[in-house]
């Protein structure tokens, strides 16, 4: 089967080319303006203009390998993983099996293109509480919790559902767990990393500097990640700290680093969909210090186990936190106890093949 998709999120795209390999589909991305100037990729349109479009439907694609009329990406991120690109005029000519729009603002166009096709159109859900243009939709993928259905307990997760009178399947995205695999101990006994990408621009980065720099014995604490622009620092300088390591850009080396420190540092409450960073975490199972409350009725929000698999210290204060971190580095048997605990309440609670399977089970009834 032939599916057809838009590009915005490295790991996303990683996780439908992986579902793709599960259920025999051959996937294409847009590639080329030709995709914008149809009105087809809309995305960020109103407020951007062609520059977001630029980024993905040119940006990404440039050095790219011509194959006929299309491209192939070697991805940078996805160590040996070829993307295959399409322009607007191809996609026109080729016969489709899927189209599926995973941004809402293209929804309509891609939509329109699949109706022209007579291929079956899909919207995925990546973000709480995205609102898509269900009416359009013969399928939809959710790789969120539905809280406006009610649809946020692991009970819910990889089967055939409704939702917004469409058929559903709940599902985590995809990635690799022979990237993301278990070890112990951490090469850096020491580390408390962060991995959330642009947190200076978030609003809890204030209070970890706050902790961060009044107990530089503590644990060496390193931020992980696109740098971002705090809304306190001067907007006309590169914001740095003596905290942050950079982007990482090879999934791989991600995995690495996850895995050797001793303690993955997540207190994001801002901005979150599917949640990779935090899975990512718990399948090489590391403790997770974090907010528990801001995933409460999402994906990740059952991997949190009080004591067991991670703590949530949102509300503890400066010396009861210093005290929780001084245990888990100096205690070896504890931190291999919540290490293992970590990446078994991952494998409890995430079944690619079994939503893979639900995934095909629906679409059987679906394309013809």
Known sequence: ???????????????????????????????????????????EKVWHGDRVARQYLEG?????????????????????????????????DTDWD????????????????????????????????????WGRADFILS???????????????????????????????????????????????NTVASFVNCYPEGPSYPAFLEFARAHPDLAEFKVYGATGQPSWADPAVPYTDEFQRGDIG??????????????????????????????????????VLGFQRYYQDKFAGPLWQEGVTSYDIEHLDHADLAALIHRLIRDDERHLRMSQAAAARFRDLVDFDGEADAIQAMLADIVA
């Open 1 to 43: 089967m032939k599916l057809l998709t838009d590009y915005h999120h490295h790991a996303l795209a990683e996780s439908l080319l992986l579902l793709g390999e599960r259920l025999g589909w051959d996937v294409y991305f847009p590639a080329g303006m030709d995709w914008f100037t149809s009105d087809t990729w809309q995305f």
């Open 143 to 189: 790789s969120s919790t539905l809280p406006q259905a009610g649809f946020v307990t692991p009970d819910t997760w990889g089967k055939r559902l409704t939702f917004q009178g469409k058929p559903t399947v709940i599902y985590h995205q995809e990635f690799s767990l022979d990237t993301f695999h278990e070890q112990w101990p951490p090469a850096e006994a």
């Open 98 to 133: 899927i189209i599926l729009s995973t941004l809402p603002a293209n929804d309509v166009g891609f939509h329109a293109l699949a109706k022209s096709k007579g291929a079956a159109f899909g919207v995925q859900v990546g973000n709480n509480h995205q609102e898509s243009d």
């Open 250 to 287: 090879p999934v791989p080396d991600v995995a690495d680093a996850m895995r050797a420190a001793r303690l993955i540092w997540h207190t994001k409450h801002w901005s979150d969909g599917f949640g990779h960073t935090i899975h990512n975490a718990f399948a090489v199972g590391r403790p």
């Open 60 to 92: 990404i694609w440039a050095g790219a390998e011509p194959q006929g009329s299309g491209l192939l990406r070697h991805d940078p991120r996805h160590l040996g993983r070829i993307q295959r690109g399409i322009s607007h005029a191809e996609a026109v």
